[in-house]
């Protein structure tokens, strides 16, 4: 199997270059992708001032799980984005109908974009018409544009491209930082293209998605997906296992949205981080404590007239042993969650 590819560097100095993929010119041999090429050669300002447009062997795959039929999904490293996994530390999912693909989430950096084509490549022809950005954080949004040059529509909450807009420097940089410059070369945020306010469907053709934008919780930009016909929900960053959770929006929103979420008859999930399938509701349990003892101990602290400095060095600690990451993500969230409950 050949791909089309181009490659960019990142300066004329030519000293980090790698090969991107140019979606869509995929062919059992060489020739046939280069005639493709030349009948329908790519349309891009970044590609004309690019060189080296040829064809090669198609490149690594991510690796995905069939959960159910014609429903896959990714794990990512339960770690922070570095130089040895690239970025690769979100869940990602993709559901084939009979008609069309959805992708669930994007990773980190367009090599994963690029890398979720090729695993779908490798199981169905039918184009790639959807990519659902379940929220605004980068290590699940930032590998959608290759799926969007190859025709999907970007699809996300009615405040994610806002949100985008005014993170995407910040995002940049520090990705970029984390998992190096080659790493990161080519990666660029993919406008929304649809937005879900409350509930869509997407049909793929006998099988129906059901999206559902939530009010602030995890974030303000959260959206889960049902796939209709397994029962199985991609809930995003709305629920994590094994990783500590990040707060990034309102604690008691989380919570509410949580107990809606358990009550809502899915029978299978898939979190943004850890599982990678997880009963419901019980998957859902381990979340619900530390969001209760977060909330229970910081009220404890504002009560007392404890000062952020010192609250933040002991609220949610009971929960230390029962996840990874804590000391990186715990002290933000209890300080999200002090400057929210504080001034109550």
Request: net charge negative; glycine share 10%.
């Amino acid at each position: 199997m050949f791909e089309a590819v181009v490659l960019v560097c990142l300066s004329l100095s030519g000293d980090i270059c790698r090969h991107q993929l140019i979606p869509g010119y995929e062919a059992q041999i060489k020739p046939a992708c280069e005639a493709a090429l030349a009948k329908r050669p790519p349309v891009s300002t970044d590609l004309e001032q690019a060189g080296d447009l040829n064809c090669q062997a198609v490149g690594p795959a991510l690796e995905f799980e069939e959960i159910a039929q014609g429903v896959f999904a990714h794990l990512g490293a339960i770690e922070e984005p570095n130089g040895s996994n690239l970025g690769d530390v979100a869940n990602i999912g993709f559901v084939i109908g009979s008609d069309s693909v959805a992708v669930i989430d994007s990773g980190s950096a367009r090599w994963i974009g690029e890398a979720v084509w090729r695993a779908i490549r490798a199981r169905t022809d039918k184009p790639v018409s959807h990519v659902i950005l379940t929220h605004m954080h980068p290590d699940h949004v930032l590998g959608a544009l290759v799926l969007a040059e190859a025709g999907a529509e970007v699809v996300g909450h009615t405040r994610l491209a806002r949100a985008l807009a005014d993170r995407q420097e910040n995002y940049r940089e520090s990705l970029s930082r984390l998992i190096g410059p080659a790493g990161f070369l080519g990666t660029g945020i993919a406008p929304v293209t649809r937005t879900v306010t409350d509930r869509t469907e997407i049909d793929l053709g006998d099988r129906v998605l059901e999206l559902r934008a939530w009010p602030v919780a995890h974030t303000g930009s959260d959206v889960t997906v049902l796939d209709r016909k397994s029962g199985i929900l991609f809930t995003g960053d709305l629920v994590f296992h094994q990783h500590t959770p990040a707060l990034d929006g309102q604690l008691r929103g989380w919570r509410a949205v949580l107990e809606e979420l358990m009550a809502s008859g899915a029978s299978q999930i898939v979190p943004g981080h850890g599982g990678l399938v997880l009963p419901w509701p019980q998957g859902g349990e381990d979340l619900q404590r530390y969001l209760a003892t977060l909330e229970r101990d910081t009220r404890a602290a504002v009560v007392a007239g404890e000062r952020l400095g010192d609250a933040i060095t002991h609220i949610a600690e009971s929960e230390a042993p029962h996840w990874d990451l804590f000391e990186a993500y715990n002290p933000r969230n209890a300080t999200v969650a002090f400057t929210e409950l504080e001034w109550e």
